[in-house]
């Protein structure tokens, strides 16, 4: 029995290696099912609320991690903050913006060591600049830029966009064209860098500068032909 378990337990991990969400299910569902009095059952619950998560079945993945929450003590796993990261990210996609902000920031405070931080300050400025608190989502965001373990990863190249965004919304075109040149000068991910030129156009445009907006349209559809964005542009 402990030996099925814990093949069963690796056939999971090397699926969440892979992520290969599909596939990390029916393992670790057999594992909780045929042996529920093994040791990685808790952990295997943690990789099925994941996967679910992963595979955007959020209401799957909300039910799963509040159980997590109800029956996890903290200090047991190390997957707790990640658990209640999870939690926050499921509220805020169902625009639940204030509940998802408050967890969030609970997690902030009770976990300062927590590996995914810049994920829970990226969540805390997405909440707050629903709310139009633009100033303190900047807040949030420069906190992911600048962390050790978040600033050369994707949320990083999201966080400097979402400054842009900021700026954009309260109409200071100039701060928010720099805020998206730097997403396109320091961050390797196209998607965000072909979304920040786009972006950094339509500000020119809106200040009357369409020499400058035409530049980079063209530069959108030149350097990111494949990107959604190309579409957009070339309009």
């Known amino acids: 029995s402990e030996v099925a378990a814990h093949s069963l337990y690796l056939l999971g991990q090397l699926a969440v290696r892979a992520e290969d969400w599909p596939r990390v299910s029916p393992p670790l569902t057999r594992l909780c099912d045929e042996h529920p009095d093994s040791p990685l059952c808790s952990s295997a619950a943690y990789w099925l609320a994941e996967a679910a998560y992963r ?52 997690v902030a405070r009770r976990f300062p ?72 000068s320091l961050y390797g991910f196209p998607k965000w860098q072909a979304a920040a030129l786009l972006q950094a156009a339509k500000c020119h445009e809106l200040k009357g500068e369409r020499t400058a907006a035409l530049r980079l349209y063209a530069q959108v559809v030149k350097d990111y032909p494949e990107s959604e964005y190309a579409a957009q542009a070339s309009r």
């Open 55 to 106: 595979s955007g079945q959020f209401r799957d993945a909300q039910l799963r991690f509040d159980e997590l929450a109800l029956t996890t003590e903290p200090q047991d796993v190390r997957w707790y903050p990640m658990v209640q990261l999870r939690r926050a990210e499921v509220l805020a996609q169902q625009k639940r913006w204030d509940e998802a902000r408050d967890l969030a920031t609970t």
């Open 113 to 184: 060591d927590f590996e995914k931080q810049h994920e829970v300050d990226y969540l805390i400025g997405r909440c707050l600049a629903s709310r139009a608190r633009f100033r303190e989502a900047r807040e949030a965001y420069l906190r992911v830029v600048h962390s050790e373990q978040g600033r050369s990863t994707e949320t990083a190249a999201m966080a400097q966009w979402m400054i842009g965004e900021t700026f954009f919304h309260q109409q200071e075109y100039d701060q928010a064209i720099r805020a998206y040149h730097r997403v396109e």
